[in-house]
């Protein structure tokens, strides 16, 4: 005979998501708080709760951490250890869908939109808040390739064309209007030439 796993604890939770507002949004909530406390308990090499002689540390109370993915921001409660320390391995490794999020953010920076605007695509992007100071770190790393790409050594020659126009005041047909004389030079920059 054989015998099937039961699986009516994970059915009764699924009905559990479908009745929430934002089911996917409550099962991720749920799983990163059971991947917690698998990390944890092996982590103090015991369970919550159950005393043990081979135990390694202790669990002392919790700390709220946000944490803003692609479903939303949800508030962890991430267990603290007396030794050693414990970051869940999810929110150390930033995936694709919160490095894209951060990549919208840095587009919307560049291209000059405020940061109250900022924050109100971050709400559509289901990001609760974002302040000024966030914006400014995570537009931090855009400042070290700016000046990266700025003092990078120029190789090669560059041919630059200049081209200037002085505008003076002339009487055409008994109208005086602006008509520009226009000077054409044309320079090569060699490779000792910075911008």
């Known amino acids: 005979m054989t015998k099937t796993k039961d699986s009516t604890f994970f059915e009764n939770k699924l009905l559990d998501f479908i009745a929430e507002p934002d089911p996917l949004f409550s099962m991720m909530q749920w799983i990163t708080e059971q991947l917690m406390e698998i990390e944890v308990s092996k982590k103090v090499n015991a369970q919550k709760g159950v005393h043990s002689s081979e135990r390694k540390t202790y669990r002392c109370g919790t700390r709220l951490r946000r944490f803003d993915t692609r479903l939303g921001t949800m508030y962890l409660l991430i267990p603290k250890l007396r030794e050693g320390g414990y970051i869940p391995f999810f929110v150390t490794e930033k995936r694709r869908s919160e490095q894209a999020l951060i990549e919208v953010v840095q587009e919307a920076w560049v291209n000059g939109i405020s ?43 560059y041919p630059v064309l200049w081209i200037d126009a002085l505008y003076e005041k002339i009487r055409d047909q008994d109208r005086r209007c602006s008509a520009s004389r226009s000077d054409h030079r044309s320079h090569r920059a060699f490779a000792k030439y910075r911008l």
């Open 115 to 157: 940061t109250r605007k900022i924050d109100r695509l971050a709400k559509s992007l289901g990001i609760e808040n974002i302040s000024a100071s966030q914006v400014s770190e995570i537009s931090k790393g855009l400042d070290d390739m700016v000046t990266e790409f700025r003092t990078r050594p120029l190789e090669g020659e």
